[in-house]
T-cell receptor, first 112, second 113 residues
Framework: EDQVTQSPEALRLQEGESSSLNCSYTVSGLRGLFWYRQDPGKGPEFLFTLYSAGEEKEKERLKATLTKKESFLHITAPKPEDSATYLCAVQAPAGGSYIPTFGRGTSLIVHP | NAGVTQTPKFQVLKTGQSMTLQCAQDMNHEYMSWYRQDPGMGLRLIHYSVGAGITDQGEVPNGYNVSRSTTEDFPLRLLSAAPSQTSVYFC????????????FGPGTRLTVL
């Protein structure tokens, strides 16, 4: 059973068309929720960390929010260079180990 | 700072061969980890280390060994390669385990024939 579910799997937008990506999680005792961007053929690149419900972080056209069950990555007036796969990961205690759980990602394509 | 570096970028092996994927970081991070990324599966943790001399298993450790003799280096060894190990491998590091964002290397694309 997935602990982290991202939706949609794929999203196509026109340049300037705002939208949101969703990351829902079922872990308890959340220590942190992380958003990453991954370009084709490259490693994931860190975007945001959210630690508690109600927290928000912004960077350029991206804004991440967190509730007790899910996180949203809002993309405002996207540009073609925002095209990438966006990954969500959660960190929760699991018997004292440090194993983050990643979602499968949302592939975003922004058309000019 | 070079960040997290991985070598090689590409590798083709025959079934049964062994090899070591190299990973190094120059940020003095305590936590290092190895992931594999397969289509439709997301990133899965293979092994991790919370400091020099300390390693532990992740979700999918079978067929892989690691060691951490220095803070900087965290090599991943494939003992006897199998086609199921065809994947893209990423090494990552973070300041401490559990709370901080991870910095990922550029990846190694491995094909096992």
């Amino acid at each position: 059973e997935d602990q982290v579910t991202q939706s949609p799997e794929a999203l196509r937008l026109q340049e300037g068309e705002s939208s949101s990506l969703n990351c829902s999680y079922t872990v308890s005792g959340l220590r942190g929720l992380f958003w990453y961007r991954q370009d084709p053929g490259k490693g994931p690149e860190f975007l945001f960390t959210l630690y508690s419900a109600g927290e928000e972080k912004e960077k350029e056209r991206l804004k991440a929010t967190l509730t007790k069950k899910e996180s949203f990555l809002h993309i405002t007036a996207p540009k073609p260079e925002d095209s990438a796969t966006y990954l969500c990961a959660v960190q929760a205690p699991a018997g004292g180990s440090y194993i983050p759980t990643f979602g499968r990602g949302t592939s975003l394509i922004v058309h000019p | 700072n070079a960040g997290v570096t991985q070598t090689p970028k590409f590798q083709v092996l025959k079934t049964g061969q062994s090899m070591t994927l190299q990973c190094a970081q120059d940020m003095n991070h305590e936590y290092m980890s190895w992931y594999r990324q397969d289509p439709g599966m997301g990133l899965r943790l293979i092994h991790y280390s919370v400091g020099a001399g300390i390693t532990d298993q992740g979700e999918v450790p079978n067929g892989y060994n690691v060691s951490r003799s220095t803070t900087e280096d965290f090599p991943l060894r494939l003992l006897s390669a199998a086609p199921s190990q065809t994947s893209v491998y990423f090494c990552a590091s973070s300041y401490v385990a559990g709370y901080n964002e991870q910095f990922f290397g550029p990846g190694t694309r491995l094909t096992v024939l």
